[in-house]
């Protein structure tokens, strides 16, 4: 075996040592299909029933190393960070089939059998199977934030704090447009991985934010900075992740709606006893603030523990892992509440 081989077999085993597995035996998908699987989950922080557990959704392809080495989220969890691992236990699982396990067997194919609500589902159960009784928060960005409220909607007693982050509680046409471009790209390019991430950096980016990052200047004489940066975004994403990933994380995106089969809006979200906090950005182009402050404004209305902030950002969908300042400032005071009364809590369940 090669040293380059050596070293990425030591790498992958480095990273399964940090994963844990939960079997999920005989699960019923929403369509109708029985399945047997593995979700894999990392911790940080405090060990699990020692202090306020804090549930971190990822976005499409994002994993569960959200803090740490190469963790990409430690501007904002961490050692007397905004959620401070010295404070509270973090939770991330890994949505199901994204191949962060490195395991092909774990790999979904048949992707459309699933949605977002299937997704909630099975971190539901594996919730249920850790003893978990009550989560301090859950906080997810994009799709991972629409996982939150679809949890949230199924578990309405769970969570204290639900923190979605520039995303809503369903997807809207204009993502569900987005979505079915990108599926179309996924089955039909000669690359679907680095075509279908670069038309995606185009939605998750605002003009503006272009502009200021290149001004039209040029790699050489031919080729653009823009253009360069899209293929380098392009090409890093095929290099770390798979295609069948990419389509079941693009499927989940476009089922997000937790009415669906359901009844209207506020007759299931005023069951939520979770204090909500939107989180939306002012130039995000793919979750719309516009629908955010309709959703904030209708909730307000039945909900009295609701808030929302905004991001003020060029930057768009992109902004809650880049404007990090304006986003601690929103955590703040929701992780800086005193946990003593909610450790008694929890020592009581798990006694």
Not at 208 to 230: A, C, G, M, P, V
Not at 234 to 242: A, P, S, V, W
Not at 252 to 281: G, K, P, Y
Request: hydrophobic share 40%; proline share 2%; with cysteine.
């Amino acid at each position: 075996m090669s040293l380059l081989k050596e070293a990425s077999v030591y790498l992958i085993l480095i990273k399964m040592e940090k994963l844990h597995f939960i079997t999920l035996n005989d699960y019923t998908t929403e369509s109708g299909k029985k399945i047997s699987v593995k979700l894999s989950y990392q911790t940080f922080g405090k060990p699990l029933y020692t202090a306020p557990i804090v549930l971190v959704n990822h976005a499409l392809t994002g994993n569960s190393n959200v803090v740490g080495e190469n963790g990409w989220w430690n501007d904002i969890i961490g050692k007397n960070k905004s959620i401070n691992t010295d404070e509270y236990t973090i939770l991330a699982f890994n949505i199901l089939g994204n191949g962060y396990d490195n395991n092909a067997k774990n790999l979904i194919k048949n992707y459309k059998d699933f949605t977002a609500r299937d997704i909630a589902k099975l971190f539901a159960l594996a919730i249920d199977l850790l003893n978990i009784q009550h989560l301090f928060a859950v906080i997810g960005g994009s799709v991972g934030g629409g996982i939150a409220w679809e949890l949230a909607a199924l578990k309405p007693q769970l969570i204290k704090h639900l923190i979605p982050i520039a995303t809503d509680w369903r997807a809207t046409d204009w993502i569900i447009a987005n979505c079915h471009i990108q599926d179309a790209i996924l089955n039909n390019s000669s690359q679907p991985l680095a075509d279908a991430r670069m038309h995606a950096m185009t939605l998750y980016r605002t003009p503006e934010s272009l502009t200021q990052k290149f001004e039209r200047s040029k790699k050489d004489n031919t080729l653009f900075n823009i253009e360069s940066w899209l293929s380098y975004h392009g090409k890093t994403l095929e290099n770390r992740f798979q295609v069948s990933a990419y389509k079941l994380m693009n499927q989940i995106l476009r089922t997000i709606d937790i009415t669906r089969d359901r009844s209207d809006f506020l007759d299931v979200a005023s069951n939520i006893e979770s204090d909500i906090h939107i989180i939306t950005i002012n130039s995000d182009l793919f979750f719309k603030s516009d629908e955010n402050w309709h959703t904030f404004v209708e909730l307000k209305g039945v909900k009295d523990n609701v808030n929302i902030h905004e991001i003020k950002s060029i930057h768009g969908h992109d902004a809650f892992l880049i404007e990090f300042d304006q986003l601690a400032r929103f955590l703040r005071p929701i992780f800086k509440t005193k946990v003593s009364s909610h450790k008694k809590k929890l020592e009581a369940l798990v006694a």
